[in-house]
């Protein structure tokens, strides 16, 4: 019995066929979890720039990092000595890096659950408009716990710790005062009033010039209703 012969164009015509096949079918499958990233992304990102009252989270605490739990009181000291915020996520007006969204995707698979209540810790300006500084993005866990998800931006300035320092209460600001005065004081030229140089005569000018400087101080801080950094730490108002 013979064997039929080969017909390569036949077989060619097979190869192509299965592998069209093959490919539409993959093309489909890729298509198709890209849609569910998608779907996923616009679920967190919604989320994100929603409002909660979400206290906690189910986390599965054996596969949380220990490094990246903060306790609320952590959180508060940080952002009393550098003048920060922490507030929720519905209140910043930055663009949310898609590392974030990434991120929270992540730790959904792994813990199977939906995040909600996210927190920023973030300068006050960031909650306001578009910046660069450092915001860090946080999920509660419950217990006054937050687990750190994502940070972004650039760090914040070395000196911003020293600069703030006035800002965390009035005695600070009070002595900050004083020795802008003691050194203004300094600066004026001997003379100037009187033609003797006396120490009760030093006192005096810098008693004015406390007095100036002071009312400078107030006056700016009344007309922009500024405040101190304990009581704006977790303030969601403009003039605090």
Known sequence: M???KTDLEKKLHKAKSKRVQSEENLLNNVLEIFSQVDEDLDRIETNVSSSSKMLQNDFKLNELKLENIYHIDDIKNICIDYRLRFLD???FKGKLPVEALS???QL???HQT???GF???APSKLFKLEDKDDPLLFAPIGNGYFYLIHKWGNDLHPMRKLLMWPFKNIVNLAVLVLIISYVATLMIPNGLFSKSSTNAQFWIMYFFVFKCIAAVVI???FALGKNFNPAI????YFNS
């Open 2 to 4: 013979l064997l039929p």
């Open 89 to 91: 996520t519905k209140y």
């Open 103 to 105: 991120k929270i995707k």
């Open 108 to 110: 959904e698979n792994l």
């Open 114 to 116: 939906e995040i909600k």
């Open 119 to 121: 927190k920023i810790i």
């Open 219 to 221: 006056f700016y801080g």
């Open 233 to 236: 730490w977790n303030s969601k």
